[in-house]
């Protein structure tokens, strides 16, 4: 499952989306497709914000933002899978080698996480997932998966990412890891049926979530910007719907927003987040961003996204009330 975990550019945004956060709304109509706005995965230095060399702080502000976000959309994820285009077998970790870095941060990224090269890591493992309940721990290094060996050198991810994708497929796989300190240790681990979107933090200014088809992006500024989680999974869930509909493959539309935001609301009752808190955000008329918002030809006004989540809510409410299966709409 693993994929290059750090990209150091994104071609395009193919997708730019609102989303609420806690000032106000993106404002992404417009964004720019450039390679200048579409910040690296990794933060650059220096910013406004960080002080040069304190790549440690950057690093852990990184990695703790990406934990959060997985930990939030997992539940939308591993709850979707029958409604998914797209679906894997989900260990509960993530792993990452040091050559998915910069080069300008692999010595840093050897210092800092313990990577060597040619090698493959977990780098964060998710609560309450199988690798938790098999004590893998971020840090060790995955040597072997069903006693075949994981190789290194320059085809090294891609070859695990074929590797992992066939030894989690079945029922149980069996893995050999290697702790810091030296130890090695054989477990055996059941992955999960999951929604194939992986979610992804990027380092970016811009408050902004948006998706190529196959995985999740959602900036920095944002995930600093959304205090709670349940708007967060509703940022996540929105994605995640205009993946699932491909909607990446047509001209952006207030009705694809919305049909995406219907979708994010089913995604999201069905993972247990309370909808009706997610909801009541998109009440507050007096939206600091509201301006911006209503001047789009191709994002709804915040009142039609309100409208249209009100209506969806209902939908949900009956379906659940006559115990029907929750389906998109
Ligand atoms: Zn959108």
Same mark, same amino acid.
């Given at each position: 499952?693993?994929?290059?975990?750090?990209?150091?550019?994104?071609?395009?945004?193919?997708?730019?989306?609102?989303?609420?956060?806690?000032?106000?709304?993106?404002?992404?109509?417009?964004?720019?497709?450039?390679?200048?706005?579409?910040?690296?995965?990794?933060?650059?230095?220096?910013?406004?914000?960080?002080?040069?060399?304190?790549?440690?702080?950057?690093?852990?502000?990184?990695?703790? /933002?990406?934990?959060?976000?997985?930990?939030?959309?997992?539940?939308?994820?591993?709850?979707?899978?029958?409604?998914?285009?797209?679906?894997?077998?989900?260990?509960?970790?993530?792993?990452?080698?040091?050559?998915?870095?910069?080069? &300008?941060?692999?010595?840093?990224?050897?210092?800092?996480?313990?990577?060597?090269?040619?090698?493959?890591?977990?780098?964060?493992?998710?609560?309450?997932?199988?690798?938790?309940?098999?004590?893998?721990?971020?840090?060790?290094?995955?040597?072997?998966?069903?006693?075949?060996?994981?190789?290194?050198?320059? %085809? /090294?991810?891609?070859?695990?990412?074929?590797?992992?994708?066939?030894?989690?497929?079945? &029922?149980?796989?069996?893995? %050999?890891? &290697? %702790?810091?300190?030296?130890?090695?240790?054989?477990?055996?681990?059941?992955?999960?049926?999951?929604?194939?979107?992986?979610?992804?933090?990027?380092?970016?200014?811009?408050?902004?979530?948006?998706?190529?088809?196959?995985?999740?992006?959602? %900036?920095?500024?944002?995930?600093?910007?959304?205090?709670?989680?349940?708007?967060?999974?509703?940022?996540?869930?929105?994605?995640?719907?205009?993946?699932?509909?491909?909607? /990446?493959?047509?001209?952006?539309?207030?009705? *694809?927003?919305?049909?995406?935001?219907?979708?994010?609301?089913?995604?999201?009752?069905?993972?247990?987040?309370?909808?009706?808190?997610?909801?009541?955000?998109?009440?507050?008329?007096?939206?600091?961003?509201?301006?911006?918002?209503?001047?789009?030809?191709?994002?709804?006004?915040?009142?039609?996204?309100?409208?249209?989540?009100?209506?969806?809510?209902?939908?949900? &409410?009956? *379906?659940?009330?006559?115990?029907?299966?929750?389906?998109?709409?």
């Amino acid at each position: 499952m693993i994929r290059p975990l750090l990209m150091t550019s994104m071609a395009a945004l193919l997708l730019a989306c609102s989303a609420p956060s806690a000032e106000g709304v993106a404002e992404a109509e417009g964004a720019s497709e450039s390679a200048e706005d579409v910040k690296s995965l990794v933060p650059d230095l220096p910013t406004d914000r960080i002080k040069a060399g304190s790549f440690e702080d950057v690093l852990r502000e990184y990695r703790q /933002m990406n934990d959060r976000l997985d930990r939030v959309s997992a539940p939308i994820r591993l709850s979707n899978a029958a409604l998914c285009t797209e679906t894997f077998r989900d260990p509960g970790f993530q792993a990452h080698s040091l050559e998915d870095y910069p080069e &300008r941060m692999r010595g840093v990224a050897q210092a800092l996480l313990g990577l060597e090269p040619n090698a493959i890591y977990v780098r964060s493992v998710r609560r309450g997932s199988p690798a938790e309940k098999a004590d893998i721990q971020p840090g060790d290094r995955i040597l072997r998966l069903n006693g075949r060996a994981v190789p290194g050198g320059p %085809t /090294m991810t891609r070859f695990y990412s074929a590797l992992s994708r066939g030894a989690f497929a079945g &029922r149980e796989t069996r893995l %050999t890891l &290697r %702790t810091p300190d030296g130890q090695e240790y054989e477990t055996i681990l059941q992955s999960q049926t999951a929604c194939d979107y992986p979610t992804r933090v990027i380092f970016s200014q811009e408050i902004n979530g948006h998706t190529d088809g196959q995985e999740v992006y959602i %900036t920095s500024e944002l995930m600093r910007g959304v205090p709670d989680d349940v708007n967060l999974a509703l940022i996540t869930a929105h994605e995640m719907a205009h993946a699932i509909a491909g909607h /990446m493959n047509q001209a952006p539309t207030k009705a *694809l927003e919305l049909e995406a935001d219907r979708m994010a609301l089913v995604l999201m009752e069905r993972a247990g987040y309370d909808i009706d808190a997610a909801i009541t955000y998109w009440a507050d008329a007096a939206h600091p961003h509201r301006r911006l918002q209503d001047d789009s030809d191709s994002h709804p006004t915040i009142v039609e996204r309100y409208e249209n989540f009100r209506q969806e809510q209902a939908r949900i &409410r009956d *379906l659940k009330r006559a115990d029907k299966a929750l389906k998109f709409n």
